[in-house]
């Protein structure tokens, strides 16, 4: 099967730095890409990793290590508008569905 | 320029009733892909429509179906609505298939309560 799992909750302090892992049994997949959704709002496109590595915009930056089935998202110099809940997605290649798979999600808290 | 429109925003049906949502992508984007938000199981696949052709489809009954039209405006009907479809249905539109470009653009969702 597929799925990918991501903890439910996290928190976390103004100023500090938060890690949420997105691990995934998924067997191949086109990158790993994570969302981020405030209440009410829609979901909005944070990062993509098409490679192993690290990509970094701003005060996000985005890991994915394919070997070991392991991608996190880590966020810097937190801020309270940084509460939210964060996606990770990865896309099934065409042999299996060729769909757009969503873990369910963490929530973060963030503490002043 | 102009984001992700869908409408209705907000839609109370009940048991046994049919509805139609719509979703009119960014100018320009050509594929759309439907997902149901619930708070148990997240975001989940419907469909996926690229040039008014439906590219894949997720793991849901054929209550749910969907079409997109030569604008690129997608519509999604669920017939003989159940308790369980109550959810969140977010509409996303990608400027080339999201297996060539990976950034979807989502919609403010539109909220269905089925009584």
């Known amino acids: 099967g597929q799925s990918l799992e991501q903890p439910s909750e996290v928190t976390a302090v103004e100023g500090a730095i938060v890690q949420i892992n997105c691990t995934y049994q998924?067997?191949?997949?086109?990158?790993l890409s994570w969302y981020q959704q405030h209440d009410g709002g829609a979901p909005t496109f944070l990062s993509y990793?098409?490679?192993?590595g690290l990509e970094e915009t701003g005060r996000f930056s985005s890991f994915l290590s394919r070997s070991d089935s392991y991608g996190y998202l880590l966020l810097q110099e937190l801020q309270m508008k940084d509460s939210a809940s964060y996606f990770c997605?990865?896309?099934?290649?065409?042999?299996?569905?060729?769909?757009?798979?969503f873990g369910k999600g963490t929530r973060l808290h963030i503490l002043p | 320029k102009a984001g992700v429109t869908q409408t209705p925003r907000y839609l109370i049906k009940t048991r046994g009733q049919q509805v139609t949502l719509s979703c009119s992508p960014i100018?320009?984007?050509?594929?759309v892909s439907w997902y149901q938000q619930t708070p148990g199981q997240g975001l989940q696949f419907l469909f996926e429509?690229?040039?008014?052709?439906?590219?894949n489809k997720g793991n849901f009954p054929g209550r749910f179906s969907g079409r997109q039209f030569s604008n690129s405006r997608s519509e999604m009907n669920v017939s003989t609505l159940e308790l369980g479809d109550s959810a969140l249905y977010l509409c996303a539109s990608s400027l080339v298939k999201t297996s060539d470009y990976n950034e979807q653009f989502f919609g403010p969702g539109t909220r269905l309560t089925v009584l």
């Open positions: 997605a990865v896309r099934a290649p065409p042999n299996r569905d060729d769909k757009i798979i």
């Open positions: 998924t067997s191949g997949f086109y990158g």
């Open positions: 429509y690229f040039s008014e052709t439906q590219r």
């Open positions: 990793n098409a490679l192993d």
């Open positions: 100018s320009g984007h050509r594929s």
